[in-house]
């Protein structure tokens, strides 16, 4: 596996929970439930593990229990082969955040981690969340530059980690012309210089934040609900052929530590920051797949509040618009000619750092076929 690839990017069988097997190692994933190993042919188990990418989670989840797959020791020995490989590609990814992580913390910044390892902190086991490559950071404005700097010294390009201009931050978060050239900004900034879409302030997000210095990582944890309120607008701000369950995954995590008092909260700023139909269609989506608990009420008052109102985060992100329309609205709300040239540039001819981080370090040509292939297998077969 290279580290280009999400281990936690998941696969859904045609049949979805109503395949017995998927069902039962999803079973065994989240509760530890074992059944899945009496009625499952091993190897069927061992295809499943590979098609969800989590044979080293399914492995150290097995061996903690002494458990080596009775009648199948050999397709138990490939699950620990294959989960060992895994491994190895993991604790490099949990290296190099490590070491990120110092340098934001020698150069005083402390930001705020949104998804990925960031809810792994706080619910996952220690040894799961590791496994995670991708994560995004929100910098403060006052230390944007240094934090670019930090990042490139590492080897990192700032839109690596930084979701950057995604939702309209107030006064407190730069506007996108502040940014300097010299930046390589991720062109997603679908609500920046867009005030009446703002969602939190960078204020916001930081007054009730928890420090997770005690688990040896210098960045500040959101309170629960607001955590889950943006992992939910960050999902459905993608295109549909980028939304991964992981983040799903994400919420239903977050989701089942709520107590009455955090339910009610995801009512109120709901409804205070004109999100009710996006947390609405994501808790349906979590309940459609995991095994979660959610009030009846809570549900109820999501709905009252969607019909009750029109909302401008939901009509701007929302799933039916077309990538491409997208990125025209994007182009079109461009200020300047020079802006726009640039802009239509980096999409027709991205830079070299990406190119090689996606398609690896090819002829000019090559990547750009591979490009063209990977995006026609997206429309069509994803």
Not at 214 to 229: D, E, G, M
Request: with cysteine; aromatic share 14%.
């Amino acid at each position: 596996m290279t580290l280009s690839h999400s281990p936690h990017e998941f696969w859904m069988p045609e049949k979805g929970l109503e395949d017995p097997c998927f069902r039962g190692v999803l079973d065994f994933w989240f509760h530890r439930n074992l059944n899945v190993f009496d009625n499952s042919n091993p190897k069927e188990i061992l295809e499943l593990t590979r098609k969800l990418n989590i044979q080293s989670v399914i492995y150290r989840l097995l061996r903690k229990r002494g458990i080596s797959l009775a009648n199948g020791h050999e397709t138990f020995q490939i699950l620990r082969k294959e989960a060992l490989q895994i491994a190895g590609a993991c604790a490099y990814r949990h290296h190099t955040i490590e070491m990120l992580s110092n340098r934001f913390d020698r150069a005083g910044i402390k930001p705020i981690w949104i998804k990925g390892p960031s809810l792994a902190c706080t619910v996952y086991p220690h040894s799961d969340w590791r496994t995670y490559k991708d994560f995004d950071l929100l910098i403060a404005p006052d230390d944007w530059n240094v934090a670019v700097q930090v990042m490139e010294d590492h080897g990192y390009s700032s839109t690596t980690c930084l979701n950057w201009g995604f939702f309209s931050f107030e006064k407190s978060f730069r506007a996108l012309d502040d940014i300097p050239e010299s930046v390589d900004v991720e062109l997603h900034c679908r609500l920046s210089n867009r005030a009446r879409l703002c969602v939190f302030s960078f204020d916001e997000l930081t007054e009730d934040a928890s420090d997770a210095s005690s688990l040896s990582f210098p960045f500040l944890i959101p309170h629960p609900v607001k955590h889950f309120i943006f992992v939910c607008l960050h999902r459905i701000g993608h295109h549909p052929h980028d939304r991964r369950f992981t983040w799903l995954m994400d919420m239903m995590y977050l989701v089942n530590q709520f107590s009455d008092n955090d339910w009610e909260k995801v009512i109120e700023y709901s409804k205070s920051k004109k999100v009710s139909k996006i947390i609405l269609q994501s808790l349906i989506e979590i309940k459609e797949i995991f095994p979660v608990t959610i009030p009846d009420d809570v549900m109820n008052g999501l709905k009252k509040q969607s019909v009750s109102q029109l909302e401008p985060s939901e009509m701007f992100l929302t799933m039916y618009r077309s990538k491409w329309t997208d990125l025209w609205i994007r182009w079109w709300e461009m200020p300047g000619a020079s802006k726009k040239i640039k802009y239509l540039l980096h999409w027709t001819i991205p830079p070299d750092k990406y190119m090689e981080e996606f398609f690896g370090k090819k002829p000019f040509l090559v990547q750009h076929k591979d490009r063209i292939v990977k995006a026609l297998k997206k429309y069509f077969w994803k």
